[in-house]
């Protein structure tokens, strides 16, 4: 199966700051995304992002498939960006089991 | 997107016995899966869940000790079967809306 590695592993900043999270896979994927894990243990689906890119609010996601890589982009961070970010990716085009990556932890001091 | 919900939210059980974690999802769904998370961990796939037949397991996971019911689209149970300490983890439903995977909120397990 594929493998994930995302960096860096650990991620402190303050509020206000940017952010670029990364994730690398071993082999094409075509069902990509990512997750948000608040402190409170609830994962919230942010992106699904095969290829190109996409924004929501202060978030934004890139994934350039031909070589197997994905960025999430925070801006003007805030505490309540805080957590742990994991990007898990798949074969298929969804409705699939997901690899998941080892995760970023985001701490975002006031 | 989906809304799930899962009871119990957090339990502590004695080892030896088990313990049934419900998963509810507010429409239709075809894929279900069942995960564990030690703390600090990623997230490892149990099985999926399938509806009207056997669940998939991964490697590494047992339908003795991980039993599990899909007994239609919205609905689906795992039990923690003959639990020991090594099985205290936060255990958590998924299923997906559209291409989207959509999680719920975890049971938190603590096995004495």
């Known amino acids: 199966g594929i493998q994930v590695e995302q960096s860096p592993p650990d991620l402190i900043l303050q509020e206000g700051a940017n952010s670029t999270l990364r994730c690398n896979f071993s082999d094409s994927v075509n069902n990509l995304q990512w997750f948000h894990q608040n402190p409170w243990g609830q994962l919230i689906n942010l992106f699904y992002i095969p290829s190109g890119t996409k924004q929501n609010g202060r978030l934004s996601a890139t994934t350039v498939a031909t070589e197997r890589y994905s960025l999430l982009y925070i801006s003007s961070s805030q505490t309540t960006d805080s957590g742990v970010y994991f990007c898990a990716g798949g074969t298929n085009f969804g409705n699939e089991k997901l690899t998941f990556g080892t995760g970023t932890r985001l701490t975002i001091i006031p | 997107s989906a809304v799930i919900s899962q009871k119990p939210s957090r339990d502590i059980c004695q080892r030896g016995t088990s313990l049934t974690i419900q998963c509810q999802v507010d429409s239709q769904v075809t894929m279900m899966f069942w995960y564990r998370q030690q703390p600090g961990q990623s997230l490892t796939l149990i099985a999926t869940a399938n509806q009207g037949s056997e669940a998939t397991y991964e490697s590494g996971f047992v339908i003795d000790k991980f039993p599990i019911s899909r007994p239609n689209l919205t609905f689906s149970t795992l039990t923690v079967s003959n639990m020991s300490p090594e099985d205290s983890s936060i255990y958590l439903c998924?299923?997906?809306?559209?291409?989207?995977?959509?999680f719920g909120p975890g049971t938190r397990l603590t096995v004495l």
């Open positions: 998924s299923a997906y809306t559209g291409y989207r995977e959509f």
